[in-house]
């Protein structure tokens, strides 16, 4: 029995990366191309996904989502990459809903999961970082003060990515100073704002951050917005926990885009290395230049199998801290150095833009950066798992 429900989830799993190779089909190399030099956002292909139902992968079933396995959403992300597309554009449509579905009132998932799942709303905007606390987000400064049934909102966000495409942010504000709360993490409170609502008055306004990528990245600045009480999620001054729970599944998911660009890269660089004739031979017969792919193949591999790890743990409700972090570090490393090598491989052709790798090479550099950069997960693995003093 337990064999026959692994192969139906391995067939429902192939089933799934063949559906997606097929959708991202339609999305060519040139049409990524277009988008990057006019830094323009994917809408159709956004639309194609959310069609299809793969950006509602994690939401239940009861709530109108697909209620895929964590490791059937990161299938679905890795071959995004893989593919040569860019899942960026909308991968926190994934994740960031996890605070509303873990914390949120019953009401507050009645109201917003639905029309998320159906592709209704748009939820890809997460507001945490400040230009002042970087990833400190113990130190955050904007402010939420309750005055009546509403929260005054004030502050600023930077590197908010997609909030001029999203309907909803996930926004973290103080709602507590921090020399009052009663803890180190309390104080914190998580709203889902209404940027239908926000961008049609005058407390948010939203400056595009021009990037080495397209990524949609922005910076936001609050002036007494006025969001509803009832878009508070959970307790007020327990935020900082529920954006903890839903970071995992964040690097998880991130780190199998990771592991679809190295896959990307790998494939790439293995096709050109066969094809590509130099004083009478192939070059990919020369040690010189299979050994760097090879190097790149292995490390990719032993990455792939800690997102499995991180993903299978996680749908085991084990705390995953630990490998979902690992997973982010290693995949990130994996994707880098296999962008690298086929730049290398390709000599000059790598720079060419109709080849696709000087897009793929910067877009995939972004994530030994964000969402959390390699220093801080080697901080957390040197504290939380081996025991060493907290640096500082």
């Known amino acids: 029995m337990a064999e026959d429900n692994a192969q139906d989830a391995s067939d429902e799993l192939a089933q799934i990366r063949e559906s997606v190779r097929a959708l991202c089909a339609r999305f060519p190399g040139e049409y990524w191309r277009t988008l990057d030099r006019e830094r323009a956002y994917p809408t159709e292909f956004v639309g194609a996904l959310t069609d299809a139902g793969f950006l509602a992968a994690l939401i239940p079933e009861e709530y109108g989502g697909s209620g895929l396995t964590m490791t059937a959403a990161a299938a679905i992300m890795e071959e995004i990459q893989a593919s040569g597309c860019n899942g960026a554009a909308c991968h926190a449509q994934m994740y960031t809903m996890g605070t509303v579905l873990r914390h949120g009132s019953a009401a507050q998932k009645a109201r917003w999961l639905p029309q998320i799942a159906a592709g209704k709303l748009r939820l890809q905007a997460f507001g945490v970082t400040e230009p002042t606390s970087g990833s400190d987000t113990l130190n955050l400064r904007t402010t939420a003060v309750r005055e009546g049934d509403h929260y005054i909102i004030n502050g600023q966000k930077i590197w908010t990515s997609r909030a001029e495409h999203s309907d909803l942010l996930l926004l973290i504000a103080r709602t507590t100073p921090r020399e009052q709360a009663k803890t180190r993490t309390g104080g914190l409170s998580v709203f889902l704002v209404d940027m239908r609502l926000a961008q049609g008055s005058t407390g948010i306004s939203i400056n595009p951050i021009r990037t080495m990528m397209n990524h949609a990245t922005t910076e936001l600045f609050f002036d ?36 679809g660009d190295a896959k990307w890269f790998i494939a790439k660089a293995t096709g050109y290395a066969k094809e590509r004739t130099v004083f009478g031979r192939p070059i990919g017969q020369n040690q010189g230049v299979q050994f760097p792919i090879a190097r790149c193949y292995a490390q990719m591999r032993a990455a792939e199998l800690m997102v499995r790890e991180a993903a299978s743990l996680y749908e085991a409700g084990r705390d995953c801290g630990a490998e979902a972090n690992m997973a982010k570090l290693l995949a990130a490393d994996a994707s880098w150095a296999a962008a690298d090598m086929c730049l290398q491989t390709h000599g000059g052709f790598g720079f060419a833009e109709e080849f696709d790798i000087e897009r793929k090479f910067r877009e995939t550099r972004l994530y030994l950066t964000a969402p959390i950069s390699t220093n801080l997960i080697l901080s957390y693995l040197a504290e939380h798992v081996l025991g060493l003093p907290r640096s500082y």
């Open 224 to 259: 007494d917005l006025r969001v509803p009480a009832e878009n508070l999620i959970g307790e007020e001054g327990q935020g900082f926990r529920y954006i903890l729970s839903g970071m995992n599944a964040e690097r998880i998911l991130i780190a199998a885009e990771c592991i």
